[in-house]
């Protein structure tokens, strides 16, 4: 009897104990935040592994009123983390003097996510490749004496070490790291270092030791990773980037296994067609990664958004970064692709417990055909069946049943017996987004300024020979003028009667224009694949003195590749001149030449401020080169959805909108008439110039201005035109959706949000949402239960019809924001027996 006493008491000490224990860790915990580990599976977040999944969002590609938004719908499609770079070069514009306002407030957008829920990866680099100017560096440190970038360079080292640690004090202090309580969970030094560290030699391998070593010294509380670096040392993780990364296994057993960049569609280059990856594509390989092991995986991008300013890389590198991600340029929602990627994770979701503590066992049910079940001591169980042939469809036999599983698809069953969610088969709706033309109905009033061809500036300067463009600007101005005087006495060997004279120009790029005398005599561009220009063109020189005015301009520097930072531009030479009948010629490269950095319009600080030069009166010059052109815009007010303008009929300059760079405009650069393709086979292993659309059209014709930058009248637009252009052709246009389609199929799994541990869910539902939240389904263009035909906006009916669709999809739909119908002959009737039928509909949003 007293022991029993002796151990009830004890057992209630104890009880006491564990009580105070668990009270002074959570107390720990609310104060000190969230241990961030992990393990040879996954992350751990305060003692409990992660599935976790992630996109990437990079905070100066839009605004800081559109953060908010985006993270919802990050949110909503189903996120945990959202991945950014910090970019550096926008950060420290001048050694030690810092930027954080606006579009480059870092804290504020880790706040913001913080906010809502989610998880951050901090990728700080400071090397971001990202298609950003210059990788992300700031052009001073190009300039810092015996400096070279990413190896094992003292100088070099101080200045990444530096910044890093500013960013990395910076979270601290705002304690926004997990182990602070804030939502940081993981941080990235350097950047694929590995697929360039061969050409740094024995340098390259101690910089990464060391830059592992600087890093992990920050003392973060939370992981950090190296991505595409198979020697990372511990603790960093190595993670993959790809198009898929299933067969990728970190280099030490004790690692998880994460995918950094799964990229979403492809960036665009002014003068290429626009790459689009089909979401099935993007599917199987998500399905495929957490199939084979993986536990985290990034959407590179899940928003894109648009390169302002000058901050796009490249050269080439277009304004839009919208990369075909599930959140578009203008933050609406991309249809399919967000939506049944939604559905993915949720399917994923549910394996989550069978993931996290089981090990799979893999079977091969034939050629190409893959089961992985993961099965919990306590019976949990899900399995994946894989067919990743890249043609033909299969139907394969697992624990007793049959399943069709298409070709280059993965099927999730959370139970190991129902299929929730086959990644070829979608579910979720389409909407078409479309621009609307808003233009602004009264006459606008031009003012302009003519830049001066040819030297303006007190600033210009003589110097012999021929200068490279980068190391003469230090990228303070695209644009870098080379000037001489050639006088011609008229016995020129070059120049004898009826003969004509050429100019040969080489140029290592980007854009070349030639003045002779004042007057443009031609021009040249590179290409994204090329950047130099070559120009032979025949010129007209007069005896006495004749003006050559070279100028020479960059579209984005270099972002990636060994030595990158030393990629050249401009006018290396030789620039000759030369009969086009005798051969001879005479070289020009090595003669005294006078540079001037930047335009004058630039100097006089036409694009940000007020400046008496404007003239306007009823002579608007048109497709002349070298005009600044400024107006007066309204903002649209038909809706409040975001704002594109359309630059059809100008050709290549700069564009600001109260102050604030738009970016570079080029819509005269027009993309190669081959390489498209209507519909893409998602089949198949993907690369970034499978799928592509646009062709033969320009690259980029409507460029984004963020609301946040309008007032509703009177805002000032400034537009730099280069080559030639009509400003009175430009256009203002709203983003606006069309229709919401959808199309599914009887034999559809159905819908995950529908599934449940009874397995008792409706069959295959058809959905309809409104992409705004404030609209409702107003009509109903296409309905059909049968075997319609076509695709969204150009559904057609066939014989096998049900008459009763229109009426019964009306019914469910018009006037809510959101419906769903059964697809099945209970619901429809049976237009065409033994056949299996399909529901289309088609619905108008207002
Ligand atoms: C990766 C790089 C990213 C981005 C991407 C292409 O190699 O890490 O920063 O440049 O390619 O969009």
Request: charged letters at 15%; a neutral charge; proline letters at 6%.
């Amino acid at each position: 009897m007293a022991f029993e006493i002796m151990r009830g008491r004890r057992r209630r000490r104890d009880v006491l104990l564990i009580f105070c224990l668990t009270l002074l860790g959570l107390l720990a915990t609310a104060v000190s935040g969230a241990n961030v580990t992990y393990d040879n599976r996954a992350l751990i977040i305060n003692g409990r592994r992660r599935l976790l999944v992630s996109g990437s969002i990079h905070y100066p590609r839009s605004t800081p009123d559109m953060w908010p938004d985006l993270i919802q719908k990050s949110k909503d499609g189903g996120l945990d983390v959202i991945e950014t770079y910090v970019f550096w070069n926008i950060h420290e514009p001048a050694r030690n003097q810092y930027d954080f306002q606006g579009r480059k407030d870092l804290v504020q957008f880790v706040k913001v996510i913080g906010k809502a829920g989610l998880y951050v990866h901090l990728r700080i680099g400071p090397y971001v490749c990202a298609e950003w100017n210059y990788g992300g560096f700031p052009l001073w440190l190009h300039f810092i004496p015996d400096i070279k970038f990413r190896t094992d360079n003292e100088p070099f080292k101080a200045e990444m070490q530096r910044f890093t640690k500013k960013i990395v004090d910076m979270m601290k202090k705002e304690k926004l790291y997990a182990s602070q309580g804030g939502p940081i969970i993981l941080s990235q030094i350097e950047n694929e270092y590995g697929n360039v560290a061969s050409n740094y030699g024995a340098a390259g391998k101690s910089y990464v030791q060391w830059a592992a070593s600087m890093a992990t010294s920050l003392d973060t509380g939370v992981p950090w990773v190296m991505c595409q670096q198979s020697d990372a040392p511990d603790p960093i993780i190595n993670t993959c980037n790809g198009f898929y990364c299933d067969q990728f296994t970190p280099n030490s057993g004790n690692k998880p296994k994460m995918w950094t960049e799964n990229w979403t569609g492809w960036f665009s280059s002014f003068g290429g067609a626009i790459p689009y990856r089909p979401v099935e594509d993007i599917a199987f390989s998500v399905v495929r990664f957490y199939q084979r092991g993986g536990t985290l995986q990034n959407y590179y991008m899940y928003h894109g958004g648009t390169n302002f300013g000058r901050t796009t890389g490249g050269p080439f590198i277009s304004t839009s970064y919208d990369y075909d991600a599930p959140i578009d340029e203008y933050g609406l929602i991309r249809q399919p692709k967000w939506g049944h990627l939604k559905d993915v994770h949720q399917a994923i979701k549910l394996c989550e417990e069978a993931l996290l503590t089981a090990s799979p066992t893999v079977t091969s049910l034939g050629s190409n055909l893959e089961a992985s079940v993961y099965k919990t001591g306590s019976g949990v169980c899900c399995a994946f069946l894989a067919n990743y042939d890249t043609h033909t469809d299969a139907l394969v036999r697992f624990n007793n049943n049959s399943y069709q599983l298409p070709a280059w698809s993965v099927s999730i069953l959370p139970d190991c017996k129902n299929v929730v969610l086959n990644t070829a088969k979608i579910n979720s709706a389409v909407s078409i987004p479309k621009f609307v033309d808003r233009c602004v109905k009264e006459t606008p009033i031009w003012s302009w300024f003519s830049e001066p061809i040819g030297i303006s500036s007190d600033n210009a300067f003589p110097k012999t020979g021929l200068l490279e463009q980068i190391n003469t600007t230090a990228d303070a101005s695209d644009y870098l003028w080379y000037s001489m005087s050639i006088n011609i006495t008229g016995d020129e060997p070059f120049l004898h009667d009826g003969d004509q004279t050429t100019l040969q120009v080489e140029s290592l790029g980007h854009v070349l224009h030639v003045y002779v005398n004042g007057k443009l005599a031609g021009s040249g561009k590179g290409n994204s694949g090329n950047s130099k220009v070559s120009i032979q063109i025949p010129i007209i020189l007069v005896p006495g003195q004749n003006k050559l005015d070279l100028l020479s301009s960059t579209v984005g520097l270099e972002n990636y590749g060994a030595f990158f930072d030393l990629t050249g531009a401009g006018v290396t030479g030789p620039v000759i001149l030369k009969s086009s009948s005798n051969g001879s010629s005479i070289d020009l490269s090595s003669q005294e030449w006078t540079y001037q950095v930047g335009l004058k319009g630039e100097a006089l600080n036409l694009p940000t401020g007020n400046s008496s030069v404007w003239t306007s009166d009823s002579s608007l010059p048109k497709n002349q080169s070298l005009i600044w052109y400024k107006r007066s815009i309204d903002a649209p007010t038909s809706s409040d959805n975001p704002v594109a303008i359309d630059f059809t009929g100008m050709g290549k300059g700069e564009a600001w909108v109260n102050g604030q760079s738009i970016g570079r405009y080029w819509p005269t650069f027009i993309a190669p008439t081959t390489g498209c393709s209507v519909s893409c086979n998602y089949k198949g292993p993907y690369s970034s110039n499978k799928c592509l659309n646009n062709c033969g059209k320009p690259s980029q014709t409507l460029y984004h201005i963020p609301r946040s930058w309008l007032k509703p009248t009177g805002n000032t637009l400034i537009l730099f035109e280069e080559i030639a252009g009509d400003p009175t052709q430009i256009s203002l246009n709203t983003r606006e959706m069309g229709s919401v389609c959808s199309r599914v199929s009887e034999t559809h799994p159905q819908p995950v949000k529908n599934w449940n541990d009874e397995l008792k869910g409706p069959g295959p539902m058809i959905s309809l949402e409104c992409p705004f939240p404030n609209q409702i389904i107003s009509s109903i263009k296409f309905a059909s239960f049968g075997t319609p035909q076509g695709t969204c906006g150009s559904f057609k009916q066939s014989r096998c019809h049900s008459q009763k669709t229109l009426s019964i999809i009306q019914k469910a739909c018009v006037g809510s924001s959101s419906c769903s119908v059964g697809v099945s002959v209970d619901t429809f009737g049976d237009p065409c027996s033994k056949v299996s039928k399909t529901l289309a509909v088609e619905a108008s949003c207002t």
